[in-house]
């Protein structure tokens, strides 16, 4: 009997919610790292929030930054090791709500790193709070009758706006998704994108992934499925908004 | 030469994905419990032709592809 396929060897066991779309991501970082070859020549350089929960299962350097300062220590680490490959792994509650400095400057200034956003469109960890990502009308612990747009603003797409906008040159931006075998094919592509970027040198590369939160949004793993199919798409789109040259 | 999906009962945590997604609806939750409390997938040997599809979408690293 051979194995042909299992899980990247620097990956050991979480604690995350049953149907939780961490699991996948870390995965997918790992396989793709194991393809090129620098499974150790890498550090995670972690948010605060669920991610502290999937940090556990990442056996490799790691380094655990102050919540929402992540994009921060990674280009630190990134400006004293260049030679390592350095990526940020953060919710979107510590990537957008509480470090949106610390990742627009890093996009802006177009510093040589990768950032990974989970977005479940809420903050995971505390209770499931509302964050910039939350839909219009979404009920969470902080917006019971549902986020009201007018007194807290519309949802948060960055992506789109490191790609877009006028004095930011990043490398690679893209959204994908961990819903079905295809967009999890597709997400690791991009996953692939980002991180060549970064070892050729071009500059920055987020790629924010949308991911089930079964616990917090009060649903069962394949009504969070459904969820995301339909009204989360609708808000954010899958897709490279910035290709690499 | 065939390839079969093995299962790492411990690891399960129920969410049933791979449950979903079998293109041969060769998985299935089981009635028992594991030692973590979950009611974990199990497997239709007959049923599974190796496609892989299990593996890539669990969260929780239960499934290894292998080929014998």
Redo the contacts between chains.
């Keep these: 009997?051979?194995?042909?396929?299992?899980?990247p060897a620097k990956?050991g066991?979480?604690d995350?919610?049953?149907?939780?779309?961490?699991?996948?991501v870390i995965?997918l970082i790992e396989e793709v790292i194991e393809e090129l070859g620098q499974e150790n020549n890498q550090i995670v350089i972690a948010g605060v929030g669920c991610v502290c929960t999937a940090t556990p299962a990442m056996r490799f350097d790691r380094f655990q930054a102050a919540h929402g300062r992540a994009a921060a220590t990674a280009e630190g680490v990134k400006r004293v090791r260049p030679d390592v490959l350095v990526f940020a792994y953060q919710g979107d509650g510590d990537a957008y709500t509480i470090g949106i400095a610390e990742s627009l400057n890093a996009a802006y200034r177009n510093e040589n790193i990768t950032q990974f956003v989970i977005n479940n469109v809420n903050f995971g960890m505390t209770g499931g709070q509302m964050s910039w990502t939350t839909l219009p009308g979404q009920k969470t612990m902080t917006s019971v009758s549902g986020r009201n747009a007018e007194l807290t603003g519309l949802p948060f797409h960055f992506p789109e706006m490191v790609a877009g906008s006028k004095g930011f040159h990043v490398a690679y931006a893209a959204r994908g998704a961990v819903i079905?075998?295809k967009t999890?094919?597709q997400t690791k592509r991009m996953i692939r994108s980002a991180l060549e970027a970064q070892l050729n040198g071009e500059g920055f590369s987020v790629v924010e992934i949308l991911s089930p939160c079964?616990t917090n949004w009060h649903m069962s793993?394949?009504q969070c499925?459904e969820q995301i199919t339909g009204p989360i798409i609708a808000e954010y789109p899958l897709g490279e908004f910035k290709t690499r040259d | 030469m065939s390839k079969k999906a093995l299962i790492n009962i411990a690891a399960c945590k129920g969410c049933g994905f791979c449950v979903d997604v079998c293109p041969k609806q060769a998985l299935s939750l089981s009635a028992e419990f594991n030692p973590a409390g979950y009611n974990y997938a199990v497997i239709d040997e007959k049923a599974c032709i190796g496609c892989g599809t299990c593996y890539t979408v669990c969260p929780d690293y239960v499934y290894t592809m292998v080929e014998e």
């Design positions: 009997m051979e194995i042909v396929k299992k899980t990956l066991t979480h995350l919610c049953p149907g939780c779309g961490h699991g996948i995965r079905d075998a999890i094919n079964p793993p394949k499925r």
